[in-house]
């Protein structure tokens, strides 16, 4: 389905089933013996999908005595660790709320400056993102953005179209209220229209009309800077996922502590609703 809020090439990747976590192995994924901690997740469940809230940029800029911007570009880092310790581990989808609609309200210098850093990020990631077989996609209401940064939003999709490794999801002026607003009025133009019938309105004929709707919904859910919210994020998407709070904050968020969330949710006892096997 196409979605104009929604910057992918959804036509180059296959939909994604709806099951759950798979192992390492099971994924044809080599572990590395020079990684202790990459090997130790081998034989366990990996999630197909995890969700990050990449929170804690502005505390590690002024733990430095330095402006918010300075750790918005120290994040910037951190999420190219993210990737390719995503990528290590066999994670199919890494969804990164890297703008919220409610940031809009921040002051106008610090939305140009993660504007910009979103420009820098694609000109400086894009091709290394299309090397490791990554597929970008740009989630949000795209039409607040500026003309640059939109330019960029294309750049990153159309550039790594092809990729099969990783689909990476950047929520960009998302809000998880606002995504499904958006469904609901899609279902009543089609109902308007004749297209649907209400009894026929189901979980899985929201879900396909959200933006994410070809994507599994996420197996964990990863906040950093030891907030406990979820900040409308993916409100629909994460009623079964594994919730992990890390005291971490962003820029300081690395491989090894990616691999220590995948690891925790090793351990986790997952019933959907039902009781333990
Ligand atoms: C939350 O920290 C973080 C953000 C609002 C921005 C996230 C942006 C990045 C990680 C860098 C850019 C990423 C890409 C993909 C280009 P905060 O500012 O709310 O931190 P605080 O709670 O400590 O103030």
Redesign the pocket.
């Known amino acids: 389905m196409s979605h104009p809020s929604v910057a992918s090439t959804e036509s180059d990747a296959a939909p994604a089933e709806r099951t759950h976590e798979g192992t390492l192995a099971g994924r044809g994924v080599a572990v590395s013996a020079n990684d202790p901690l990459l090997a130790r997740l081998a034989g366990g469940p990996v999630p197909r999908h995890i969700a990050i809230i990449?929170?804690?940029?502005?505390?590690w800029a002024r733990e430095r005595h330095m402006p918010?911007p300075f750790?918005?570009r120290a994040?910037?880092k951190?999420?190219r660790a993210a990737v390719e310790a995503s990528i290590a581990a066999g994670v199919e989808w890494l969804s990164?709320f890297?703008?919220s609609q409610e940031?809009w309200q921040r002051p106008a210098s610090e939305i140009s400056a993660?504007m910009a850093?979103?420009e820098e990020?694609v000109a400086s990631e894009v091709n290394e993102l299309k090397a490791q077989g990554v597929r970008v996609r740009v989630l949000g209401d795209l039409s607040r953005l500026d003309a640059r940064a939109a330019r960029a939003v294309e750049r990153a999709v159309s550039e790594t179209a092809h990729g099969t490794r990783l689909g990476l999801n950047?929520f960009i002026s998302y809000g998880g209220r606002a995504e499904l607003v958006h469904a609901m009025q899609q279902i009543a133009t089609e109902v308007q229209a004749g297209s649907l019938l209400p009894g026929q309105i189901s979980e899985d004929s929201i879900r396909a009309r959200l933006y994410t709707g070809d994507c599994p919904d996420p197996d964990l859910l990863i906040r950093t800077?030891g907030e406990q919210r979820l900040s409308n994020f993916l409100l629909w998407q994460v009623a079964y996922a594994e919730l992990y709070i890390s005291s971490v904050l962003?820029p300081d968020f690395d491989r090894a502590a990616l691999y220590e969330a995948i690891l925790d949710f090793q351990r986790r006892d997952r019933r959907f609703g039902k009781v333990s096997k």
């Open positions: 990449m929170d804690g940029n502005g505390r918010r750790g918005h994040g910037m951190a999420v990164l890297a703008f940031n993660l850093l979103l990020y950047l800077s962003w």
